[in-house]
């Protein structure tokens, strides 16, 4: 593992901290200590704000309440890793008031968190908010605050081969800038924690805009959030395979406030699998019918509905990954990690359940990319809609896999054919 730490030339932001070892597996929900008050700053005004029980300064800085799911779920996924390998080194590249290093401090219990934010007009609110945990002294320093451009400060780290088990890569609209300096100071089998804000280009609006971000030829598609997933998750596979990596992720979200596309990636070494994962999806502008292609099938492709290709009735997108959004079996453990801590039991406990859950559905291998608005299909039958949940168990009885779409509310995941679904809701609407 890469954690060779040579004497830094600052003393400040790349010191190593040796690894912990935690022996309780099942940790008590995370307590938040709030004796520690922030420094009195008279002409300061306060925007006090309270996540999961840990009350934060925003002040100023960029902030989003609704962001609060991302953070858990990153937090989540901090904590698994930190209990599964005994040490939490975070980079918080792009960290706003500090919230995120907070609670990856606090509820994840990482070691270290390097807090960075090029405003360096952030610093006194990301100062008050952080020095609730005790910061520690030397080579046992809980956390650092720096004010570097991201990209110059991960090429700093890089070249002081000072590497990170987590780096949050928080950024804006599509800049896929940082998206190599993460790569060359996440450690190997560390996590990515990416982020995309750029609702135009996921929604075909720029074509060009994502093959200069991602590699990827986007155009319009009735379920262009999942796109937006999908673009980020392809741009970061196209990155890391140019430095030997490979990526698979965890989990992936998509929060319509911004909108804003975030995925977890775990970082390894090796190659892409045979393209499996990395390919093209059609779109038919005729049926509404999506499918996958690989590399090799790019010159024959045609929808079902149009066998001679007359029409042209398709839209190709990609390169994109194809593969599952998140990981099941992390998944699982994230939900009972949540359970345990009590994150699910109450008020927007329970969204956090929901959106487990389905994410955790999602996740099945044979489902294929997309989802399917119920008002599409039922536009094409002509029909009322049927219950979603009867439509779903007449799928499953006829051997499909199937599930909600944790982006849309009123729509499906399903390997079914358009054409079967079709069939499938006109002959519930038949049997009313
Ligand atoms: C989306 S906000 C971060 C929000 C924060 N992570 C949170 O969860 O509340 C993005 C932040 O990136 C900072 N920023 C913008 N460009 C940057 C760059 N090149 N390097 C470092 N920080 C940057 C901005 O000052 C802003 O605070
Ligand atoms: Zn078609």
């Given at each position: 593992m890469f954690s060779l730490s040579p004497k830094p030339l600052s003393p400040s932001p790349f010191l190593h901290l040796p690894h912990k070892t935690h022996k309780n597996l099942y940790p008590k929900p995370p307590q938040f200590n709030h004796n520690n008050s922030p420094p009195n700053d008279p002409i300061h005004k306060p925007n006090h704000h309270t996540e999961r029980g840990i009350e934060f300064d925003a002040g100023e800085s960029f902030f989003r309440s609704e962001s609060a799911t991302g953070r858990d779920l990153g937090v989540l996924a901090a904590a698994l890793y930190r209990m599964s390998t005994g040490g939490l080194r975070v980079l918080d590249a792009l960290c706003g008031c500090g919230i995120r290093s907070l609670r990856y401090l606090v509820e994840a219990e990482a070691d270290f968190v390097l807090a960075n934010d090029a405003n360096d007009e952030c610093r006194r609110v990301i100062l008050s908010n952080m020095w609730r945990v005790p910061r520690g002294l030397g080579g046992e320093k809980r956390w650092t605050v720096t004010h570097f451009d991201a990209n110059r400060l991960m090429a700093e780290c890089y070249l002081q081969r000072d590497f990170f088990d987590l780096i949050d890569v928080d950024s804006f609209g599509s800049d896929s800038t940082f998206l190599r300096s993460a790569l060359n100071v996440v450690k190997l089998g560390g996590l990515l924690y990416v982020t995309c804000t750029d609702g135009f280009t996921s929604g075909g609006r720029r074509p060009y805009h994502s093959v200069a971000s991602y590699g990827a030829y986007v155009c319009h598609v009735p379920y262009s959030n999942e796109i937006g997933l999908r673009m980020l998750i392809g741009g970061v596979v196209r990155e890391a395979s140019v430095l030997g990596y490979r990526v698979t992720p965890l989990f992936?979200?998509?929060s319509f406030h911004g909108p804003v596309f975030r995925v977890m990636l775990r970082v390894n070494r090796g190659k892409l699998h045979n393209d499996r994962h990395y390919g093209f999806i059609g779109y038919c502008t005729r049926c509404g019918h999506s499918q996958t292609f690989s590399w090799d099938k790019l010159g024959g492709i045609n929808c079902p509905c149009d066998k001679e290709?007359?029409?042209?009735?398709?839209?190709?997108?990609?390169p994109l990954w194809t593969g599952p959004?998140?990981?099941?079996t992390h998944m699982t453990e994230m939900l009972k990690l949540a359970e345990q801590w009590r994150w699910t039991s109450s008020g927007t406990g329970l969204n956090l359940e929901m959106l487990l859950k389905r994410m955790i559905d999602e996740s099945d291998p044979e489902l294929p990319p997309g989802y399917i608005?119920?008002?599409?299909?039922?536009?094409?039958?002509?029909?009322?809609?049927?219950?979603?949940?009867?439509?779903?168990?007449?799928?499953?009885?006829?051997?499909?896999?199937?599930?909600?779409?944790?982006?849309?509310?009123?729509?499906?995941?399903?390997?079914?054919?358009?054409?079967?679904?079709?069939?499938?809701?006109?002959?519930?609407?038949?049997a009313q």
């Open positions: 992936s979200h998509y290709n007359v029409l042209g009735s398709l839209n190709v997108l990609g959004l998140h990981d099941t608005k119920l008002a599409e299909i039922t536009r094409v039958a002509k029909v009322n809609c049927p219950p979603i949940k009867t439509i779903m168990s007449t799928m499953h009885k006829e051997g499909y896999a199937v599930c909600r779409s944790h982006i849309v509310s009123n729509a499906i995941k399903t390997n079914c054919p358009m054409a079967t679904c079709v069939r499938i809701v006109k002959e519930l609407d038949g």
